[in-house]
């Protein structure tokens, strides 16, 4: 993004920027710089907002000289902002100073046990060291305050793929809940399921690959995840005769939509051909 010498589009850039949430890190240091250089008297109050945003994306980039400018700024306009004794948090776990970062954010919390940016960096900082048990221990503690907070179930599911794949269900069923119209969240607790094994786990996986379908009908990983569940229940023999020809159905209808989709994508017919004879090998 080319300097730009109209700082008023410059400020505007800068605010769409962080109300999409864009991690456009060289064009906000770009921006940002030329502004706090250049425009600073033309600002007003919305100078500090700018500061935030440049010195997050200058520890993105490198900078440290620039982010040591904005933070210095933000220190003297607020000395006991608990929001900016944060952002200096921030600078240390950039700089590799974890166990100073860690102690900041710590007594960022006993100033607010509220400081929802805090516990999370914290958390951070925990998986960056290593330290998964920790990691995982301020998670279910933050869980406790806010547990609505899907990114953190999610987080925490992914750590549950490691120690305990019950336990990964289960934050992603709690996922389901407080949002049961995502069909990314029954295909992940279905996957979850299904690496699981076992008849009931892989019931359960189907069931949930189905949902995921019922939701987003072209979600692909779903079809072939319901597939295979329905084919690894087809060829077990603790299942009864009705479950056997009901998942029998289930796998001959999710190959059938399988093959429809990649003859309606694929110009060549010896993939598809291909891709028949391996599904007709997975089937009884």
Request: net charge negative; aromatic share 12%.
């Amino acid at each position: 993004m080319a300097t730009t010498t109209d700082w008023r589009s410059a400020m505007e850039t800068l605010k769409q920027l962080k109300e999409d949430n864009a991690r456009a890190s060289e064009d906000i240091v770009e921006l940002g710089e030329h502004l706090i250089t250049n425009y600073r008297s033309k600002l007003g109050s919305e100078i500090w907002n700018i500061y935030e945003q440049i010195y997050i994306a200058a520890l993105d980039c490198g900078r440290e000289d620039l982010a040591e400018v904005c933070l210095d700024a933000l220190q003297q306009q607020f000395p006991k902002s608990s929001r900016v004794y944060k952002l200096q948090a921030m600078g240390l776990e950039a700089t590799g100073n974890f166990k100073e970062a860690e102690e900041a954010y710590l007594k960022c919390l006993s100033r607010d046990k509220a400081n929802v940016g805090a516990r999370k960096r914290l958390v951070a900082i925990y998986k960056a060291v290593g330290d998964l048990a920790s990691a995982i221990a301020h998670l279910n503690n933050y869980l406790e305050y806010f547990m609505t907070d899907q990114e953190a179930w999610m987080e925490l599911s992914q750590f549950g793929n490691i120690y305990s794949y019950s336990k990964a269900a289960f934050c992603m069923e709690e996922l389901i809940l407080a949002s049961p119209y995502n069909h990314y969240y029954y295909q992940r607790c279905a996957e979850i399921y299904y690496t699981m094994n076992g008849i009931e786990n892989l019931e359960s996986a189907r069931k949930y690959f189905a949902q995921s379908l019922q939701l987003n009908s072209k979600n692909m990983r779903s079809l072939y995840g319901f597939f295979m569940a329905a084919t690894q229940l087809l060829q077990s023999q603790k299942i009864s005769s009705k479950s056997k020809k009901d998942n029998s159905r289930y796998a001959t209808w999710a190959s059938a939509q399988i093959m429809e989709r990649y003859q309606e994508l694929k110009s060549q017919s010896t993939t598809v051909e291909n891709l028949g004879a391996i599904l007709d090998s997975l089937t009884l």
